[in-house]
């Protein structure tokens, strides 16, 4: 009996010699022994409800038998119901401390299952206490002292404030008696697509409705096979699918990234992503910069730190991705590093680690982007994290919604897709988001065209993004910072305009439809992202980066030649205003003439307030009217 209760628990070899000094297992009822017995055969099977109810009959003919309520905690235990779990082997404890005290180690994990970390660090130290302890014990537990360490201490750091997790399963819609997990969505949250796992892996699709997400359905087309595709990211704009295909014909071996793209009669076929990003090696757990211009995700290919790793290959010119790099020892670790996920700000990476300090198994992490580098991962915390693996975390566009699978006591069946809201000090940077149609000005056409944002105060590029064939983008502005935001396509002026987000409140979507002026005579557009000082034509170093993009039209167009139009409001003495408005165009050529573009090619005229496009009336009126605009006079 007592090693058929020890091969539950954990195994035979943990546990060492207990003392018979109090309890007597020759005297239990025999109906009870028999009950027990029973349970054990279920429990092996897999059966744990029904080990229960038979654990229960054997102490309900024999209140004092303490192997079923050791057994009835092993068991508790594997189906998560850790409080049950604690009560049963507590009963035990307190029928024969002795007798139990090896089964210290399960009655501690699932008190940190509780959240108990102060009792179960408690119980862990008393059972290394003991002299006699079994090798392969005193290591499980000295593992376990250090990770219940690691719980005080994160709490002793982390003011939780009023912050409550409470997640939500998300219903029968999306869970069923199966595994579905790696939950993923675009931008605006209407669709969610995640994989289910019934005899392979496949992908589902939810559609929200008015009531709530509508009953998922498997996705038609080719995508999914007679194989295992999943651990799937949506792109932002929801154009792009990124998946892990296994043995698919012209693969590189076993699990591939493949990449699908939506039409408009539903997803194309898949396409490997090819030799670069795929191996002979393991790749899976893709994830999508919001720019689609990366992709980040978990392979087992040589050049790593650990087991698995996490990887990031970039989108190179002739529109393939290109060989990866490893994120480098910050992130990954000797252990294994896997389900990356970036969010929509392009800063804040979520992922799940072993290697890192935590709680045990897999915990989730994050790390933000500085410059070109990673901040030290940090654990999400108890009670996101616990003793169980957590992994497969999504965070809407919001910044404050979380999903993520989990086989808690209240799901469907095995694993469920939940939701969460995130304590605020984990959460990524706010942002908002702007939409809309790229277009030919006269014929209304959608251009495919580049669309590119800058950080005005370091001039670098933070996000360039592709419209698709029919000229549609989706830009995400992280708040907080100043933007330009210049749209490019050959033979069309620019266009250019700037965001000033430190105000501006987050989680909202804005829409921006863009006409684009092919380049002839009499065609202009207005530099918005040209800077002054009140009074002064001294240009501000936040220009450079839309002077930039003009110096790089001329270079493209070498016949064209231009006209630099300054323009002020009416406040002031309109001779002071027309000789201010003349030297901030002057100021415009003498940047071009800098970097290389001759003085020919460029004129500068002030036209003071005499040439008013909005009125003068208004703050934002005036604001429109103090601009510097280009002018096509010669092709």
């Given at each position: 009996m007592k090693r058929l209760c020890a091969l539950l628990l954990c195994s035979a070899l943990l546990f060492g010699g207990a003392s018979h000094a109090q309890y007597n297992p020759e005297k239990i009822n025999k109906k009870a022994v028999a009950a027990y017995n029973q349970a054990m055969q279920l429990a092996e099977g897999g059966s744990f409800t029904a080990a229960v109810q038979q654990l229960q009959e054997a102490i309900k003919r024999d209140p004092a038998y303490v192997e079923a309520y050791l057994s009835l905690g092993g068991v508790y235990g594997q189906i998560k119901a850790h409080e049950q779990s604690v009560a049963a082997y507590e009963k035990a404890l307190a029928l024969d401390s002795n007798y139990s005290s090896d089964f210290r180690l399960p009655y501690s994990i699932n008190l940190a299952g509780m959240g108990q970390f102060e009792k179960a660090a408690q119980t862990i130290e008393a059972l290394l206490a003991r002299p006699a302890l079994g090798a392969n014990t005193r290591k499980a537990a000295e593992y376990r002292r250090k990770s219940y360490q690691f719980a005080l201490d994160y709490a002793r750091t982390h003011a939780g404030g009023n912050y409550v997790f409470r997640p939500e399963n998300l219903g029968d819609a999306i869970n069923s008696p199966y595994s579905e997990y790696w939950p993923s969505m675009s931008v605006e949250g209407t669709e969610l697509i995640f994989t289910r796992k019934e005899r392979d892996e496949d992908f589902f699709i939810s559609e929200k409705g008015a009531s709530g997400w509508q009953p998922a359905f498997r996705i038609n087309g080719s995508l999914n096979t007679p194989d295992n595709e999943g651990a799937q990211i949506l792109s932002q704009d929801g154009q792009w699918l990124v998946f892990a295909g296994k043995d698919r014909p012209g693969g590189y071996g076993g699990f591939d990234l493949f990449i699908a793209y939506k039409t408009l009669d539903g997803w194309s076929q898949a396409i490997n992503l090819g030799s670069k990003v795929n191996s002979e090696h393991w790749e899976s757990q893709p994830c999508l910069s919001p720019d689609k211009r990366s992709i980040y995700f978990s392979s087992n290919r040589p050049g790593g730190f650990g087991g698995e790793d996490l990887w990031v290959s970039h989108l190179q010119p002739n529109g393939r991705f290109g060989e990866p790099v490893n994120l480098g020892p910050t992130i990954n670790t000797t252990g294994n590093e896997s389900c990356p996920f970036l969010h929509a700000d392009n800063q804040t990476l979520y992922f799940s680690s072993d290697g890192h300090p935590g709680y045990g198994a897999g915990d989730l992490y994050l790390a933000r982007r500085t410059d070109s580098a990673w901040s030290k991962p940090e654990n999400l915390g108890y009670p996101i994290n616990t003793i169980n693996n957590e992994a497969?975390?999504?965070?809407?566009?919001?910044?404050?919604?979380?999903?993520?699978?989990?086989d808690r006591a209240d799901g469907k069946g095995r694993l469920d897709i939940y939701r969460f809201e995130l304590r605020p000090d984990v959460r990524p940077v706010k942002t908002l988001w702007v939409k809309g149609k790229v277009y030919d000005v006269k014929t209304s056409k959608g251009l495919p065209s580049g669309v590119e944002l800058i950080d005005l105060a370091t001039g670098r590029p933070v996000s360039r993004v592709q419209t698709n064939e029919n000229g549609e983008y989706l830009v995400t502005l992280p708040?907080?910072?100043?933007?330009?935001?210049?749209?490019?396509?050959?033979?069309?002026?620019?266009?250019?305009?700037?965001?000033?987000?430190?105000?501006?409140?987050?989680?909202?979507?804005?829409?921006?439809?863009?006409?684009?002026?092919?380049?002839?005579?009499?065609?202009?557009?207005?530099?918005?992202?040209?800077?002054?000082?009140?009074?002064?034509?001294?240009?501000?170093?936040?220009?450079?980066?839309?002077?930039?993009?003009?110096?790089?039209?001329?270079?493209?167009n070498p016949t064209v030649k231009i006209l630099i139009e300054g323009h002020t409001d009416n406040v002031g003495n309109a001779a002071d205003n027309a000789t201010l408005?003349?030297?901030?165009?002057?100021s415009v050529v003498a940047y071009l003439t800098g970097k290389g573009i001759a003085t020919a090619r460029l004129q500068a005229k002030g036209f003071g307030a005499s040439k008013p496009i909005a009125d003068n009336n208004t703050e934002a009126g005036r604001a429109q009217n103090r601009r510097t605009e280009v002018k096509i006079i010669e092709r």
């Amino acid at each position: 009996m007592k090693r058929l209760c020890a091969l539950l628990l954990c195994s035979a070899l943990l546990f060492g010699g207990a003392s018979h000094a109090q309890y007597n297992p020759e005297k239990i009822n025999k109906k009870a022994v028999a009950a027990y017995n029973q349970a054990m055969q279920l429990a092996e099977g897999g059966s744990f409800t029904a080990a229960v109810q038979q654990l229960q009959e054997a102490i309900k003919r024999d209140p004092a038998y303490v192997e079923a309520y050791l057994s009835l905690g092993g068991v508790y235990g594997q189906i998560k119901a850790h409080e049950q779990s604690v009560a049963a082997y507590e009963k035990a404890l307190a029928l024969d401390s002795n007798y139990s005290s090896d089964f210290r180690l399960p009655y501690s994990i699932n008190l940190a299952g509780m959240g108990q970390f102060e009792k179960a660090a408690q119980t862990i130290e008393a059972l290394l206490a003991r002299p006699a302890l079994g090798a392969n014990t005193r290591k499980a537990a000295e593992y376990r002292r250090k990770s219940y360490q690691f719980a005080l201490d994160y709490a002793r750091t982390h003011a939780g404030g009023n912050y409550v997790f409470r997640p939500e399963n998300l219903g029968d819609a999306i869970n069923s008696p199966y595994s579905e997990y790696w939950p993923s969505m675009s931008v605006e949250g209407t669709e969610l697509i995640f994989t289910r796992k019934e005899r392979d892996e496949d992908f589902f699709i939810s559609e929200k409705g008015a009531s709530g997400w509508q009953p998922a359905f498997r996705i038609n087309g080719s995508l999914n096979t007679p194989d295992n595709e999943g651990a799937q990211i949506l792109s932002q704009d929801g154009q792009w699918l990124v998946f892990a295909g296994k043995d698919r014909p012209g693969g590189y071996g076993g699990f591939d990234l493949f990449i699908a793209y939506k039409t408009l009669d539903g997803w194309s076929q898949a396409i490997n992503l090819g030799s670069k990003v795929n191996s002979e090696h393991w790749e899976s757990q893709p994830c999508l910069s919001p720019d689609k211009r990366s992709i980040y995700f978990s392979s087992n290919r040589p050049g790593g730190f650990g087991g698995e790793d996490l990887w990031v290959s970039h989108l190179q010119p002739n529109g393939r991705f290109g060989e990866p790099v490893n994120l480098g020892p910050t992130i990954n670790t000797t252990g294994n590093e896997s389900c990356p996920f970036l969010h929509a700000d392009n800063q804040t990476l979520y992922f799940s680690s072993d290697g890192h300090p935590g709680y045990g198994a897999g915990d989730l992490y994050l790390a933000r982007r500085t410059d070109s580098a990673w901040s030290k991962p940090e654990n999400l915390g108890y009670p996101i994290n616990t003793i169980n693996n957590e992994a497969t975390l999504f965070v809407a566009a919001d910044g404050q919604t979380a999903y993520y699978a989990s086989d808690r006591a209240d799901g469907k069946g095995r694993l469920d897709i939940y939701r969460f809201e995130l304590r605020p000090d984990v959460r990524p940077v706010k942002t908002l988001w702007v939409k809309g149609k790229v277009y030919d000005v006269k014929t209304s056409k959608g251009l495919p065209s580049g669309v590119e944002l800058i950080d005005l105060a370091t001039g670098r590029p933070v996000s360039r993004v592709q419209t698709n064939e029919n000229g549609e983008y989706l830009v995400t502005l992280p708040i907080g910072k100043d933007y330009a935001f210049n749209v490019a396509r050959r033979g069309y002026l620019f266009f250019s305009d700037n965001f000033s987000l430190k105000q501006k409140p987050s989680d909202a979507t804005y829409r921006k439809d863009i006409p684009l002026q092919p380049i002839e005579v009499n065609a202009s557009v207005v530099l918005r992202n040209i800077f002054f000082d009140t009074n002064k034509f001294d240009l501000e170093p936040e220009s450079a980066a839309e002077l930039d993009k003009l110096v790089q039209l001329l270079q493209e167009n070498p016949t064209v030649k231009i006209l630099i139009e300054g323009h002020t409001d009416n406040v002031g003495n309109a001779a002071d205003n027309a000789t201010l408005s003349q030297n901030r165009a002057k100021s415009v050529v003498a940047y071009l003439t800098g970097k290389g573009i001759a003085t020919a090619r460029l004129q500068a005229k002030g036209f003071g307030a005499s040439k008013p496009i909005a009125d003068n009336n208004t703050e934002a009126g005036r604001a429109q009217n103090r601009r510097t605009e280009v002018k096509i006079i010669e092709r």
